[in-house]
């Protein structure tokens, strides 16, 4: 096909979640004759589930290639000039055009656009510590890095294992090394795992996860990687510890990747991502589109800007992204913030503001927190589970919810989600016609059991 004809042309910096996305969804309103595009991405791999690692890791996930939802072939089989193994090293904004070299061969050259998309996602937190770069120690980011660490516990003989950090990572690469059959320690410089949320409901899982096998060492900083004579890892230190270490797991975080936008003068907020209008366009650049784990994203609760790297929210901005440039409507309002995990059995999720969250945007809240079951009581199978709600004092308002327990916790959170978006208030809530039977719910769902006691208590303040 002759792309020569196109009248425009749409480069994408990122072949992942945003940035394929976007490619598709403005392939499926522009034809190739309207609109060429060129996408660049520096890994091995497209549009594929980095949320799904941990399971691979784990072997409950057998396959690398069903974390893929789409390969390189299918996206060039839609007329998108997809470029792998190619990473883009600047973007020169007054001229309308990016550099790229090729990593195998090192040949540079400028592609230029009318059009731009930056879904350059975001990099794992590295210590900058002694040994941090030693064979043995690995970060979790991409498929690459799934894979060199499968190869690592393929030749590893030893049996103990560190993680690094305890948030959705860290305790979901402590399931996986569980499961492979490793002593798993956890170094966790908080005072509990899972930051994201309240500290007495992280206490809940850091309970779960002693009791699970897992040795948690929380109020710790990693300020070394101790290596053998053979150069790999055999132990991380604290400042008052040593852990045998046979393969090390960073689960410390992730920061937006935008060395490359921050050098061509675009502009990021306080979380060093990039900020964006409602249709996703880089503000102050109407041709410049972002998305993904590189942006940071408005918190429709406290009304700050947040910096969340999620897939669910990377896909929607590739849509959003997509539609516009390829001359629809589309907007990306914000989040509320739900998030889900599990470590074993144990199920973790979240949605709205921890109590410092609140703090920080200035609002005078009250906190309840119930403990339940996920069906009827004398249902078989039923299992406890903890609901923490926080509400605005005085109007009501719901703020954030945290829910740990077994089965059929995690998803409950949903509800607060919906109830959040909608700005509901808890009194409000308490007359939500949720699904009831006993082998799903108790009588009153623990949400609503929440959300019940938090509008006694707002009326009582």
């Known amino acids: 096909m002759n792309m020569s004809a196109a009248s425009e042309r749409l480069v994408v910096i990122g072949g992942d979640a945003a940035g394929m996305s976007a490619a598709s969804q403005a392939r499926r309103l522009k034809g190739p004759g309207e609109l060429e595009i060129v996408a660049f991405e520096r890994g091995h791999f497209t549009s594929y589930s980095a949320c799904g690692i941990p399971y691979w890791v784990g072997g409950d996930v057998e396959e690398r290639d069903q974390l893929i939802a789409r390969t390189p072939q299918e996206h060039r089989a839609r007329d998108i000039d997809l470029r792998m193994r190619t990473e883009v090293t600047e973007i020169d904004v007054a001229g309308q055009r990016v550099r790229a070299r090729d990593l195998d061969s090192g040949a540079e050259s400028w592609t230029s656009y009318d059009k731009l998309v930056i879904a350059t996602g975001a990099r794992p937190i590295r210590p900058e510590m002694p040994g941090a770069d030693a064979p043995g120690v690995h970060g979790v980011q991409t498929l690459d890095d799934g894979q060199a660490l499968l190869d690592t516990l393929a030749r590893t003989r030893g049996r103990d294992a560190v993680v690094v950090g305890a948030g959705y990572i860290g305790v979901e690469m402590a399931e996986a090394l569980i499961n492979r059959g490793y002593e798993v320690t956890v170094v966790n ?33 990693v300020t070394k ?39 061509a003068g675009l502009p990021v907020g306080q979380h060093d991502g990039l900020l964006t209008d409602l249709a996703m366009r880089v503000r102050g650049h109407e041709n410049i589109w972002a998305g993904g784990d590189c942006v940071e994203v408005l918190d429709l609760v406290s009304g700050q800007e947040r910096h969340i790297a999620l897939g669910t929210h990377a896909n929607k901005h590739g849509q959003v992204i997509g539609a516009n440039v390829g ?73 954030g919810v945290q829910i740990v327990g077994r089965e059929g916790a995690g998803k409950r959170v949903d509800i607060a989600a919906v109830a959040l978006t909608a700005g509901m208030t808890v009194e409000a809530m308490t007359a939500l016609d949720l699904g009831y039977a006993p082998p799903f719910s108790p009588v009153w769902d623990p949400v609503l059991v929440a959300a019940r006691k938090a509008a006694l208590k707002v009326r009582a303040s």
């Open 189 to 221: 410089r908080g005072s509990e795992p899972m930051s994201t949320l309240d500290a007495d409901m992280g206490r809940l899982v850091h309970e779960a996860m002693e009791g699970m096998g897992i040795t948690m060492v929380n109020d710790a900083e």
């Open 225 to 263: 990687v101790l290596t053998g004579d053979d150069g790999r890892v055999r132990a991380v230190a604290t400042q008052d510890a040593e852990y045998p270490a046979d393969v090390v797991v960073l689960g410390i975080g992730v920061r937006p990747e935008t060395s490359l936008a921050k050098a």
């Open 327 to 399: 001359g629809g409507y589309a907007t990306f309002p914000g989040v509320v913030g739900t998030a889900v995990s599990k470590v074993c059995d144990l199920e973790i999720a979240r949605t709205g503001l921890r109590e410092k969250d609140a703090r920080r945007a200035g609002l005078r809240f009250e906190t309840v927190t119930v403990e339940s079951t996920s069906r009827a009581g004398y249902y078989p199978g039923a299992s406890p589970m903890t609901v923490k709600m926080l509400a605005e004092r005085r109007t009501g308002r719901l703020l």
